[in-house]
């Protein structure tokens, strides 16, 4: 027996095929030898919305859906939330090992010189209408920022890539901080670097006539913990399209565009605005039971509920659900949270959820803190995009780095009409003609 080598026989043919299994997979390409004839393709794998398939080898970020773990580069998120800032776990995420006190010092540094916009980018957010989606507006801001820095493009030089990372780092919360202020007609505010990370974010959002912002302490730690939860997982669908843009070598700004494009779908991102809006259509606990009546009736989704790779309970939404217990001391306890724990309790125990491993993601209990902390629903999704861009940075470099990594292009399963042709009499369109 070698337990390193997967035989497969081919009905159509009797032939007989030894494929090498590595870490658990086999190569794709390795089922092209297997052929019905020398005129085949050569066999290949359907896989629609990569149920089953690997894009890549990562160092980054692991996932036990089975058993509800995450770890950033094998230190469990549980710990990371707990000990560490969000600028010291992005440095994590990025560069594989936690800094030392200097090096964490300098990343610090690095990115607080990088959160001002160019004044131009200012005057762009200004285009938006006022009632502008604040998910539309950082998408197109982000891509924006590639006409400003054209050196960007130089994306196979690791010094030039390492300068995006930190502008997009630092950039980041002052446009999504911009959004909102754009939205409620304020004056864009200018960061202050005596303020951390998330302290500043709440500066750019909600400093009024104050010659200082004074950030509740225990609300920049709890944002900070949310930020720690969001920072990468793994080969989701905007890392996916992080991965997929970034391989063609476009610059990292639209690249980030596209992956918060993605981010913004209500089945990824975008749930956490939806679960707040559901929560507001259930109302009352009362209202529950019709609810999941027509949840398991197929009529409406569970929003913040079930995930593609965890089967069993997300350990961020743990996180978060004792994150928002310190939030409500400060803020006041949201009511929302008694109807999300009610429903979380009956969906739990229901054959409906139990049998299809259906619990509780980040998205269910994250909008609830963030509506307490004064969020409007359609900034959720814009709080989730700042974390998580360094988690598609840190993807898209090592995309840069692997050898074995070329544009992304999968295959399709041909199923179109086969070959016909136009009617003779048509006739030809000449050049010059008006057309
Ligand atoms: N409510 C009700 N039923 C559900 C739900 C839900 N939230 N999620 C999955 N199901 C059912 C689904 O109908 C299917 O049932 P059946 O086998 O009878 O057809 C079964 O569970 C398997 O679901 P699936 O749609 O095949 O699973 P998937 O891996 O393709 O989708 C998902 C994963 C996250 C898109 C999906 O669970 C979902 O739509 N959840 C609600 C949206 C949400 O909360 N998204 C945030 C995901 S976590 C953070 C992030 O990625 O941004």
Redesign the pocket.
Request: aromatic fraction near 10%.
């Given at each position: 027996m070698n337990e390193n080598i997967l035989t497969i026989k081919d009905g159509r043919t009797e032939k007989t095929y030894s494929l090498p299994v590595e870490r658990g997979t086999i190569r794709a390409i390795d089922l092209r030898q297997i052929k019905e004839d020398a005129e085949d393709f050569g066999l290949m794998t359907y896989d629609p919305?990569f149920m089953n398939t690997a894009s890549c080898r990562s160092s980054i970020t692991f996932i036990d859906g089975d058993r509800g773990i995450l770890r950033y580069r094998g230190y469990p998120i549980e710990e990371l939330a707990e000990k560490c800032t969000f600028l010291e776990v992005a440095y994590l995420v990025l560069n594989g090992e936690l800094p030392s006190e200097k090096q964490l010092a300098d990343w610090v540094y690095e990115v607080k010189h990088h959160t001002m916009l160019h004044e131009t980018t200012k005057k762009f957010l200004e285009g938006f209408r006022y009632d502008a989606h604040p998910m539309g507006m950082l998408v197109s801001t982000v891509a924006a920022l590639s006409t400003v820095y054209p050196e960007a493009r130089n994306v196979l030089d690791p010094q030039v890539r390492r300068h995006q990372i930190a502008r997009l780092i630092g950039k980041m919360p002052t446009i999504a901080a911009y959004t909102y202020r754009h939205s409620l007609g304020l004056p864009y505010v200018y960061p202050d670097n005596d303020l951390g990370y998330t302290a500043n974010f709440m500066n750019m959002l909600w400093k009024m006539v104050e010659p200082k912002y004074a950030a509740d302490p225990v609300l920049a730690r709890a944002l900070s913990i949310l930020f720690i939860l969001h920072a990468d997982?793994e080969q989701?669908?905007?890392t996916n399209a992080m991965r997929a843009v970034g391989s063609s070598q476009a610059d990292p700004f639209v690249s980030v565009a596209a992956a918060a494009a993605a981010?913004s779908g209500?089945?990824?991102?975008?749930?956490n605005e939806?679960?707040l809006r559901m929560l507001d259509a259930i109302g009352t606990t009362e209202n529950i039971p019709s609810y999941i009546e027509q949840?398991k009736a197929?009529k409406?989704?569970?929003?913040?509920?079930?995930?593609?790779v965890y089967k069993n309970y997300?350990p961020r939404a743990r996180i978060i659900k004792w994150t928002a217990e310190q939030v409500f001391q400060v803020t006041g306890r949201n009511p929302k949270l008694d109807i999300a724990l009610a429903l979380e309790k009956i969906a739990l125990e229901d054959e409906?959820?139990v049998k299809?491993k259906?619990y509780p993601?980040?998205?269910?209990y994250s909008g609830i803190i963030y509506q307490a902390m004064g969020f409007k629903p359609d900034m959720f999704t814009v709080l989730?995009a700042i974390p998580r861009t360094v988690g598609w940075l840190a993807h898209w470099d090592e995309l840069m780095r692997d050898p074995e990594q070329k544009i992304a292009r999968p295959r399709q399963v041909y199923t179109g009409a086969d070959v016909r042709h136009l009617p003779a009499e048509k006739p030809k369109i000449l050049v010059g003609s008006a057309v």
């Amino acid at each position: 027996m070698n337990e390193n080598i997967l035989t497969i026989k081919d009905g159509r043919t009797e032939k007989t095929y030894s494929l090498p299994v590595e870490r658990g997979t086999i190569r794709a390409i390795d089922l092209r030898q297997i052929k019905e004839d020398a005129e085949d393709f050569g066999l290949m794998t359907y896989d629609p919305a990569f149920m089953n398939t690997a894009s890549c080898r990562s160092s980054i970020t692991f996932i036990d859906g089975d058993r509800g773990i995450l770890r950033y580069r094998g230190y469990p998120i549980e710990e990371l939330a707990e000990k560490c800032t969000f600028l010291e776990v992005a440095y994590l995420v990025l560069n594989g090992e936690l800094p030392s006190e200097k090096q964490l010092a300098d990343w610090v540094y690095e990115v607080k010189h990088h959160t001002m916009l160019h004044e131009t980018t200012k005057k762009f957010l200004e285009g938006f209408r006022y009632d502008a989606h604040p998910m539309g507006m950082l998408v197109s801001t982000v891509a924006a920022l590639s006409t400003v820095y054209p050196e960007a493009r130089n994306v196979l030089d690791p010094q030039v890539r390492r300068h995006q990372i930190a502008r997009l780092i630092g950039k980041m919360p002052t446009i999504a901080a911009y959004t909102y202020r754009h939205s409620l007609g304020l004056p864009y505010v200018y960061p202050d670097n005596d303020l951390g990370y998330t302290a500043n974010f709440m500066n750019m959002l909600w400093k009024m006539v104050e010659p200082k912002y004074a950030a509740d302490p225990v609300l920049a730690r709890a944002l900070s913990i949310l930020f720690i939860l969001h920072a990468d997982h793994e080969q989701n669908c905007s890392t996916n399209a992080m991965r997929a843009v970034g391989s063609s070598q476009a610059d990292p700004f639209v690249s980030v565009a596209a992956a918060a494009a993605a981010l913004s779908g209500p089945l990824h991102g975008g749930a956490n605005e939806q679960v707040l809006r559901m929560l507001d259509a259930i109302g009352t606990t009362e209202n529950i039971p019709s609810y999941i009546e027509q949840v398991k009736a197929g009529k409406l989704k569970l929003m913040g509920f079930g995930h593609r790779v965890y089967k069993n309970y997300d350990p961020r939404a743990r996180i978060i659900k004792w994150t928002a217990e310190q939030v409500f001391q400060v803020t006041g306890r949201n009511p929302k949270l008694d109807i999300a724990l009610a429903l979380e309790k009956i969906a739990l125990e229901d054959e409906y959820f139990v049998k299809r491993k259906l619990y509780p993601n980040v998205d269910f209990y994250s909008g609830i803190i963030y509506q307490a902390m004064g969020f409007k629903p359609d900034m959720f999704t814009v709080l989730f995009a700042i974390p998580r861009t360094v988690g598609w940075l840190a993807h898209w470099d090592e995309l840069m780095r692997d050898p074995e990594q070329k544009i992304a292009r999968p295959r399709q399963v041909y199923t179109g009409a086969d070959v016909r042709h136009l009617p003779a009499e048509k006739p030809k369109i000449l050049v010059g003609s008006a057309v």
